[in-house]
């Protein structure tokens, strides 16, 4: 596609459920990462996507989260059993070339728990 | 992993004003992105510039990679400038990370 597309734009979830967040990248872009804004905070690295690579798990903040990516396409987050801090922006970027190019954003999933 | 440091944290400017914001990473990188992020919560791409000068419109960035800096200069600010900047590096073999960001007012 044109741009990195991530749906859906806003998700309000009861505390205790589980949520799938979906990140588009932009064709033919081998890595993908995602990341997590809190409120008037800065961007938390969370998971990194390279090719066949296995990803870089290092910024998970727990075993609640989890994230799927097959070959160079969609990729998935999911959170299961929800906290009220989740709540936050998550973001998707890709790149081309792995780190050594240009990194595009989505416009990002804003998640509510209550 | 790499450390990145941006500078100031927050910035007040009168609209017309000039600006440098700074961005400080302590390893060699491949790549160093400056973004924007407006107050809708987009984040806009400025600038990929791993080393050297480039300018666009008002805007304009140099990265001296051997002293592991990056300025980015706003000269002329409008009140669209308003949102934060973040910069981000990439050092190889290691992920894409993003300075504490500079919080940008700029009033009328």
């Known amino acids: 596609g044109a741009g990195v597309s991530q749906s859906p734009s806003n998700k309000v979830t009861e505390k205790g459920k589980d949520v799938e967040l979906r990140c588009d990248p932009i064709?033919?872009?081998?890595?993908l990462y995602w990341y997590r804004q809190r409120l008037g905070q800065g961007l938390e690295f969370l998971i990194y996507f390279q090719g066949n690579s296995a990803p870089d798990k290092s910024g998970l903040p727990s075993d609640r989260f989890s994230a799927e990516r097959t070959g160079e396409s969609v990729s998935t987050l999911t959170i299961q059993r929800t906290q009220q801090e989740d709540s936050a922006v998550y973001l998707c970027a890709s790149t081309s070339w792995g780190g050594r190019a240009e990194a595009f954003f989505g416009q990002g999933t804003r998640l509510t728990v209550v | 992993g790499i450390q990145v440091e941006q500078s100031p944290p927050d910035l007040i400017l009168q609209e017309g004003a000039n600006s440098t914001l700074r961005c400080n990473f302590s390893d060699s990188v491949n790549n160093l992105q400056w973004f924007h992020q407006n107050p809708w919560g987009q984040l806009i791409n400025l600038f990929y510039i791993p080393s050297g000068t480039k300018q666009n419109g008002r805007l304009s960035a140099t990265t001296v990679a051997t002293e592991r800096y990056s300025l980015l200069y706003i000269s002329s600010s409008q009140t669209t400038d308003s949102g934060v900047y973040f910069c981000a590096s990439e050092a190889a073999g290691n992920k894409l990370t993003f300075g504490g960001g500079t919080r940008v007012l700029v009033k009328p």
């Open positions: 064709s033919g872009h081998t890595a």
